[in-house]
């Protein structure tokens, strides 16, 4: 495919002349990429430069990782709000289940390790090799979280919850 010289006209500018290249319009030019299709991030099989959407939204979910489940999914960005949709009702479940006040952090650190590993999960289905490693770690915390929390329940339903005051809050 052959391509037109640009046209070279002489405009008047600020009272001078000046020379102007305009480019013909049949067609023959090729297209600029896409702002999405720009971007450097290395395919790991080929090495070529692939999409950097997932790489970012990567880093965004480990930056906002804690307190993740706790986001509105209605103004959270659309690839994340099903997960912080299902993050946060999985939260509500557990505190249901654990409802113990001594527990509540530890049930907000497995909510939000479950969601960051449902997100990561769905950019490694997306194409993201890297975010399946990340993902996996996340399920990783997430197990060691619900087992920590199973294993303190236990204690509190088989010691009881201690309402006493501590030594050092009691006047004397």
């Not at 994340?80 to 113990?100: C, H, I, Q, T, W």
């Not at 619900?146 to 010691?159: N, Q």
Request: with cysteine.
């Amino acid at each position: 495919m052959t391509t037109k010289p640009p046209d070279v006209t002489v405009e008047v500018s600020h009272g001078r002349p000046r020379l102007a290249l305009r480019r013909p319009t049949d067609g023959g030019t090729t297209a600029l990429p896409d702002a999405d299709d720009a971007g450097p991030l290395n395919d790991p099989v080929t090495g070529r430069f692939t999409d950097p959407k997932a790489a970012a939204r990567r880093r965004w979910l480990k930056r906002r990782a804690e307190g993740v489940a706790t986001l509105d999914p209605a103004r959270c960005v659309s690839w994340l709000s099903p997960y912080v949709k299902d993050g946060g009702a999985y939260g509500a479940e557990l505190l249901a289940r654990f409802n113990d006040p001594a527990l509540a952090r530890l049930v907000g650190a497995t909510a939000d390790a479950h969601t960051v590993f449902r997100g990561l999960l769905a950019l490694g289905a997306a194409g993201d090799p890297k975010a399946l490693v990340e993902a996996r770690a996340w399920l990783r915390e997430h197990r060691a979280c619900l087992r920590e929390l199973s294993v303190l329940a236990g204690l509190v339903a088989e010691h009881g919850s201690n309402d006493d005051p501590d030594p050092w809050e009691t006047p004397r």
